[in-house]
């Protein structure tokens, strides 16, 4: 980790992570000229130093206030996921993230409605582990199309106008940090949504924001079990 955050001090960036002594021999020079050439050496070397700040914690590790959350969570899965694993580090954080969930699921949206919404909101906020376990979530689960999913997933046109509308009124809500215009919101109740949905849709878009952003910075590696169907924007 030392050596991560003595790159990215070379190069003037100040990132979150303390360390007490710089490892001895690091020419600051010879650090810049490496990671220009290699610019993405320093986003790999800084994941790899948060990734093992994180701790994948199982039921019988994990903080008293978790292990219940954990335990409904296997019950429901058949294994923990590791964003929870993690999530249970801040019992609070993992409670409000679980609770979200619960309460999206009783939204007027459908279940392929739901999946859509929290599928698009990973895609426009990269976050690939999210994708994979919706993506495997909305096929396997729910049963959904997998014309639909896969086309969403590729940022292709949905086979489905009122579900491409939906798509796109949910990136448009974290484009526009909220702010959507007349235009967006007329297109959006012309396909058949009402007042209730737009608040809706903006529930599932706070839930996958506290997961995208909570497995950007904890870099969670993604389970065997959503392998099937692992993303990425490259691909």
Request: glycine fraction near 4%.
């Amino acid at each position: 980790m030392a050596y991560a955050v003595a790159i990215a001090h070379s190069l003037g960036i100040g990132i979150a992570v303390p360390y007490r002594n710089r490892p001895p021999g690091i020419n600051r020079i010879a650090i810049r000229q490496t990671v220009r050439q290699r610019p993405g050496l320093l986003i790999i070397l800084i994941r790899r130093s948060l990734m093992s700040l994180f701790k994948i914690h199982t039921i019988e590790q994990a903080p008293a206030e978790s292990r219940p959350l954990l335990t409904g969570a296997h019950q429901k899965f058949g294994f923990v996921p590791n964003l929870l694993g993690e999530l249970a580090e801040a019992p609070a954080t993992l409670e409000a993230y679980l609770t979200l969930n619960s309460i999206f699921d009783k939204t007027s949206l459908s279940p392929v409605e739901r999946q859509i919404v929290l599928i698009a909101a990973s895609i426009e906020n990269d976050c690939t582990y999210c994708v994979a376990a919706h993506s495997i979530m909305a096929k396997n689960m729910i049963k959904a199309d997998a014309r639909i999913i896969n086309a969403l997933r590729e940022q292709d046109p949905i086979p489905d106008d009122k579900l491409q509308t939906l798509a796109e009124f949910t990136r448009s809500v974290i484009e526009n940090r909220g702010f959507i215009d007349e235009q967006a919101l007329s297109a959006f109740t012309a396909a058949g949504y009402s007042n209730r949905h737009i608040l809706e849709v903006i529930l599932g878009v706070t839930m996958k924001t506290l997961s995208n952003y909570a497995n950007h910075v904890m870099d969670t590696p993604l389970d065997d079990e959503f392998k099937a169907e692992e993303w990425s924007k490259d691909n």
